[in-house]
């Protein structure tokens, strides 16, 4: 399986940017997939993922702003990111996991096989 991010860019706070991934190799929706990021110094955080059974989660960070979501016609991945924040500058990396991984790990990056190169996000203030 193969993962390829697109979509990052400087973007002012407040406003909005939409990452997209891209699966080859395998169908999309039989998989966990997810957005992490890592921010220059930190550790890599969850940002959110979409269940291969349609179920979404979000880290507290993120919650209320982003938005992921899935076209299985288009085998693609995105995150809409609305009222970005300084604090949401990173790296963003989309993964595929294997969909038998319960609800109450699906934001732990070890339940991950697949990972895309990463797309840089930056927000100005």
């Known amino acids: 399986v193969q993962l390829q991010a697109s979509g990052g860019g400087l973007v002012q706070a407040g406003g909005s940017l939409r990452l997209s991934c891209v699966v080859s190799?395998?169908?999309?929706?039989?998989?966990?997939m997810a957005w992490f990021r890592r921010a220059p110094g930190k550790e890599r955080e969850f940002v959110a993922v979409?269940?291969?059974?349609?179920?979404?989660y979000y880290g507290d960070s993120v919650k209320g702003r982003f938005t992921i979501s899935r076209d299985n016609a288009k085998n693609t991945l995105y995150l809409q990111m609305n009222e970005v924040k300084p604090e949401d500058t990173s790296v963003y990396y989309c993964?595929?996991?294997?969909?038998?991984?319960?609800?109450?790990?699906?934001?732990?990056?070890?339940?991950?096989?697949?990972w895309g190169q990463g797309t840089l996000v930056t927000v100005s203030s």
């Open positions: 993964a595929a996991g294997t969909k038998t991984t319960i609800s109450a790990y699906v934001s732990s990056s070890d339940r991950y096989e697949f």
């Open positions: 190799g395998d169908t999309l929706n039989m998989y966990n």
């Open positions: 979409k269940r291969f059974n349609g179920q979404s």
